[in-house]
Structure formats: structure tokens, C-alpha cells
């Protein structure tokens, strides 16, 4: 487990060792809270209390800011995520829809999706 850490801790210069709590915000989920660390310009690790199953892509947001943060998990660590940070429009919506339905409206069509699964299933 030791050198799992040592791997994760590995990192350019710039690195900033940070202690923000944030929330991860995933539709139809309840918040999830955790501990943002190792801060870089475009990446981070997210800290939890015990190891949670994330989506690819999901928005973050910092106590004390009004900011979102769109993130697509890169790395998982048992209770620890490396995420790299990307613009929240590519995130599926956060909001639930206006009929209140919230069972599978993130999933909802995207031609960039369509486009690898239509060529998945040809080569299968």
C-alpha cells in the first residue's frame, strides 16, 4: 500500500500540498464529501472517507467558493482519486430536469459517445 502512495505523490513542479474540503456533485446521488489535495493547475487528488465509486465525469465544488469544477477521474487509489480538471460544460448537467425526474438524465445522448459505442459494436 506504501508504494501506492509513493506513485500518487509523484508530481511536476507546482505542486501545492492543499486541505480544501469540497463536495462532488453527481445527479441523482447525494453529495459526497472529501478533502482536495495536491493541487496542480489542471489536476488534483480527491480524498475520501472511505473508497466511493465515481462516474467519469462529475463537477466539483470548494467550500467557500461559488466556482464549479468539472472533473474526469483519472486514477483510483482505494479512498483517494486523481482527477484532471476540464471545463464543466463537458460535465452532463448537475440540475435536475424541470419533470423531476432524476434516474438517468446524465446519461443523456452525446454524439461523442455515440460515435465509440457505434464503433465498439462493429467490432464485435
Not at 23 to 29: A, C, F, L, S, Y
Not at 55 to 75: N, W
Amino acid at each position: 500500500m506504501k508504494s501506492t502512495v509513493i506513485q500518487m505523490d509523484k508530481g511536476q513542479f507546482g505542486r501545492r500540498t492543499a486541505y480544501f474540503h469540497g463536495w462532488v456533485k453527481i445527479p441523482g446521488r447525494p453529495l459526497i464529501g472529501c478533502t482536495i489535495r495536491n493541487v496542480v493547475e489542471s489536476r488534483a487528488v480527491l480524498v475520501f472517507n472511505k473508497p466511493v465509486c465515481l462516474p467519469y465525469g462529475f463537477v466539483l465544488s470548494i467550500d467557500g467558493t461559488t466556482q464549479l469544477y468539472g472533473c474526469e477521474v483519472r486514477q483510483h487509489y482505494g479512498d483517494r482519486v486523481a482527477v484532471c480538471f476540464v471545463d464543466v460544460d463537458t460535465i452532463p448537467q448537475i440540475a435536475a430536469p424541470a419533470n423531476g425526474d432524476t434516474a438517468g438524465h446524465w446519461m443523456e445522448a452525446s454524439p461523442a459517445r455515440d460515435a465509440r459505442m457505434s464503433e465498439y459494436s462493429k467490432a464485435s
